[in-house]
Protein backbone atom coordinates (compact mmCIF):
# COMPACT_ATOMS: atom_id res chain seq x y z
CA UNK A 1 0.00 0.00 0.00
CA UNK A 2 2.75 2.59 0.88
CA UNK A 3 4.53 1.66 -2.36
CA UNK A 4 1.37 2.65 -4.45
CA UNK A 5 0.97 5.93 -2.44
CA UNK A 6 5.10 6.62 -3.06
CA UNK A 7 4.20 6.17 -6.44
CA UNK A 8 1.38 8.57 -7.46
CA UNK A 9 2.98 10.81 -5.01
CA UNK A 10 6.06 10.67 -7.32
CA UNK A 11 3.74 10.99 -10.66
CA UNK A 12 2.15 14.00 -9.38
CA UNK A 13 4.98 15.54 -8.57
CA UNK A 14 6.74 14.97 -12.04
CA UNK A 15 4.22 15.87 -13.88
CA UNK A 16 3.39 19.29 -11.80
CA UNK A 17 7.34 19.63 -12.78
CA UNK A 18 6.53 19.79 -16.03
CA UNK A 19 5.12 23.40 -15.80
CA UNK A 20 7.57 26.14 -13.96
CA UNK A 21 6.13 28.80 -12.02
CA UNK A 22 4.75 32.06 -14.14
CA UNK A 23 4.44 35.27 -13.64
CA UNK A 24 1.79 37.47 -15.08
CA UNK A 25 3.42 40.71 -14.33
CA UNK A 26 6.57 39.59 -16.71
CA UNK A 27 4.34 38.83 -19.23
CA UNK A 28 3.24 41.79 -19.88
CA UNK A 29 6.10 42.60 -21.88
CA UNK A 30 5.63 39.49 -24.05
CA UNK A 31 1.69 39.58 -25.12
CA UNK A 32 2.45 41.81 -28.02
CA UNK A 33 2.37 38.41 -30.34
CA UNK A 34 -0.84 37.16 -28.43
CA UNK A 35 -3.57 39.97 -28.64
CA UNK A 36 -3.10 40.40 -32.24
CA UNK A 37 -5.20 37.35 -32.74
CA UNK A 38 -6.19 35.87 -29.20
CA UNK A 39 -7.35 40.06 -28.24
CA UNK A 40 -9.80 40.18 -30.38
CA UNK A 41 -13.17 39.08 -30.02
CA UNK A 42 -14.54 36.49 -32.79
CA UNK A 43 -11.42 37.14 -34.22
CA UNK A 44 -11.33 34.45 -37.64
CA UNK A 45 -7.29 33.80 -39.41
CA UNK A 46 -7.48 33.33 -42.79
CA UNK A 47 -4.07 31.04 -42.72
CA UNK A 48 -3.62 28.33 -43.34
CA UNK A 49 -7.05 28.65 -43.58
CA UNK A 50 -9.93 30.11 -42.50
CA UNK A 51 -10.64 29.42 -38.93
CA UNK A 52 -11.78 30.97 -35.36
CA UNK A 53 -9.32 31.73 -33.33
CA UNK A 54 -9.46 30.25 -29.89
CA UNK A 55 -10.15 32.40 -26.23
CA UNK A 56 -7.10 31.99 -24.51
CA UNK A 57 -7.82 34.89 -21.68
CA UNK A 58 -9.17 32.27 -18.41
CA UNK A 59 -8.25 28.69 -20.10
CA UNK A 60 -6.31 26.63 -17.43
CA UNK A 61 -2.11 27.94 -17.06
CA UNK A 62 -1.36 24.63 -17.57
CA UNK A 63 -3.60 24.35 -20.79
CA UNK A 64 -1.73 27.00 -21.95
CA UNK A 65 1.91 26.33 -21.04
CA UNK A 66 1.38 22.53 -22.63
CA UNK A 67 0.09 23.57 -25.99
CA UNK A 68 2.88 26.27 -26.36
CA UNK A 69 4.98 23.45 -25.35
CA UNK A 70 3.45 21.19 -28.44
CA UNK A 71 3.74 23.86 -30.24
CA UNK A 72 7.40 24.19 -30.13
CA UNK A 73 7.96 20.61 -30.00
CA UNK A 74 5.86 20.50 -33.26
CA UNK A 75 3.65 18.00 -31.88
CA UNK A 76 0.78 21.10 -32.70
CA UNK A 77 0.58 22.15 -36.82
CA UNK A 78 -0.23 25.04 -36.66
CA UNK A 79 2.32 27.35 -38.92
CA UNK A 80 2.68 30.71 -37.23
CA UNK A 81 1.72 29.49 -33.78
CA UNK A 82 4.95 26.95 -34.17
CA UNK A 83 7.13 29.82 -35.26
CA UNK A 84 5.71 31.72 -32.09
CA UNK A 85 6.12 29.06 -29.95
CA UNK A 86 9.41 28.29 -31.26
CA UNK A 87 10.73 31.62 -30.08
CA UNK A 88 9.71 31.32 -26.62
CA UNK A 89 11.84 30.21 -23.85
CA UNK A 90 9.92 27.67 -20.83
CA UNK A 91 9.98 31.27 -18.70
CA UNK A 92 8.70 32.94 -21.54
CA UNK A 93 5.74 30.49 -21.51
CA UNK A 94 5.73 29.98 -18.16
CA UNK A 95 4.47 33.48 -17.73
CA UNK A 96 2.36 34.17 -20.80
CA UNK A 97 -0.03 30.90 -19.36
CA UNK A 98 0.10 32.89 -15.57
CA UNK A 99 -1.15 36.31 -17.59
CA UNK A 100 -4.01 34.63 -19.63
CA UNK A 101 -4.93 32.11 -16.63
CA UNK A 102 -5.32 34.51 -14.14
CA UNK A 103 -7.33 36.70 -16.02
Known sequence: MFNKLLAASLVAA???AAFAQGDAEAAKTKIA???GCHGIPGYKASFPSVYSVP???GQ???Y???ALQAYKKGDRSHPSMRAIAGSLSEKDMADLAAYYGAK
Open 64 to 66: IES
Open 55 to 57: KIV
Open 14 to 16: AST
Open 60 to 62: SPK
Open 33 to 35: MCV
